[in-house]
């Protein structure tokens, strides 16, 4: 955004550090995603909060994904990754992974055994768990705390050797089993898994927890400022303690709240369940919250950027209303879609003064919005023209400012026409509008004196192409469906998605570019799906022209 803003905490403690020289006044962040899901507008939230604080201060930010488990890590989710952070419009500096560090971490791990600070259990998960005791009660020694540091070395030595099965044994920090903070009650650093990974193969059987290897990885690359969500504030004390025993560089870690956006979910965990389930059709349906959901659906990388920045950096949880999200696209594609008639829902208008056989080659700015229109399209009109069915009505209430026998309006970028009568079928189904059109009222050209107060949108039906069009609302019935009982899938709104077959759309839309956002004149911006083959044009709704969602809540 361009308005001037105060400066969010995080730009106040960065202008701080470099004021006092720290890190020599370099600024370099990190976005670590775990590579077990595809990325959703949270993420977005914190690689535009990671990258642009970096860039605003001449720094740098490094991609890591933190693979340390490799059972839900998968190389389809480490591709996705990187290209959605690509289009949002961000360059990281290094592309690195947890798992380059697992030798290092292996050594860090063993320094620790050697000052005593670790030590290896062979308790079971349960006792461990009774063991941490509870918030208000201390916990209890595990009676292989006390193992030497000869005999640690060598049992972890054999724990990385593949001597022992998944679950036997765990490599523990030596903290405080009295801690208030339950994280410093010796907290496990390794855990055996017999796992194929992703990248390293079957190199490892143990891998290092989030808690050792996160911190640990941001040391290695002198990540001056670690910006995560507020659910680690509690590991944060165990973050510095393995950073100060091990004498690595002092990066520090701050939490800032994670978003979340009413109507959806938003954890991988949960996306993953609805693409699992069949709820949607993938990943990337655009009803869904990731960031390749709301590019097939139509948004723009700007326009999650502008979103982004204008929720602002809270350090509370708040629930942050969808209608921002969809302001955000709509501001930015009422300056940059094409506009282009469509009828979603036709019936057929007949000028019945217009000679037969007769077409015309109208003109349409593609942009008003800009100057120059950014070039016009040829529209052709005729005698037979498809409407749409709601533009029409027996009787007119007042100030229906459409069609009904004896109204008048006007034909964007045509002429102004008046309804003289209509045809029913056997149902009472309206199947001809019959109307007259006023032939000085070109569009343009118009001397006919006469001023009308409705434009409606149409199609000449032999110029008509027809397309499938995609309509989307929300996913949820309820604003927080992970609050609500029972599961958050009980919660799914059942018309998420309508499907019109056959719309009718005008020639030039047989050109749309993919990626490209369009204004279907009083419809709403869409754009093209890739489902689109030569013969079957598909597009998706992006939104509509205005909020509609506050009627909808009542
Ligand atoms: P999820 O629960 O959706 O799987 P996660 O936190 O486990 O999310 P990671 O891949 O570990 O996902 O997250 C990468 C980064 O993105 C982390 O720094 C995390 O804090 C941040 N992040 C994840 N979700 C959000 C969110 N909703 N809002 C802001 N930041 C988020
Ligand atoms: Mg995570």
Known sequence: ???????????????????????????????????????????????????????????????????????TEETEYVESIKKDIEWLGFKWAQELYTSDYFDQLYDFAVALIKKGLAYVDDSTAEEIAAGKGTPTEPGKASVYRERTVAENLQLFEEMKAGEYPDGAKVLRAKIDLASPNMHLRDPLMYRIKHAHHHRTGDKWCIYPMYDFAHGQSDAIEKITHSICTLEFIPHRPLYDWFIEQLEIFSTKQYEFARLNINYAVMSKRKLLQLVNEKYVNGWDDPRMFTISGLRRRGYTPASIRNFCDRIGVAKRENLIEMSLLEFCIREDLNKTAWRRMAVLDPVKLIITNYPDGQEELLHGENNPEVEGGEGSRSIPFSKELWIEREDFMEEAPKKFFRLAPGLMVRLKHAYIIQCNDFVKDASGKVTEIHCTYIPESKSGNDTSGINVKGTIHWVSVPHAKTAEIRLYDRLFRVEDPSSEEGDFKDYINPDSLQIIQNAYIEPDLETAKAGKGYQFIRKGYFTLDPDTTNQHLVFNRTVTLKDNWAKKAD
Do not use: W
Request: include cysteine.
């Open 1 to 71: 955004m361009s308005e001037e803003r105060s400066l969010n905490f995080l730009e106040e403690i960065i202008e701080e550090d470099i004021k006092n020289a720290k890190h020599g006044g370099r600024v370099l962040t990190r976005f670590p995603p775990e590579p077990n899901g595809y990325l959703h507008i949270g993420h977005a939230k914190s690689i535009c909060l990671n990258f642009t604080l970096a860039q605003k201060y001449g720094g740098l930010t490094n991609l890591r994904f933190d693979d340390t488990n490799p059972v």
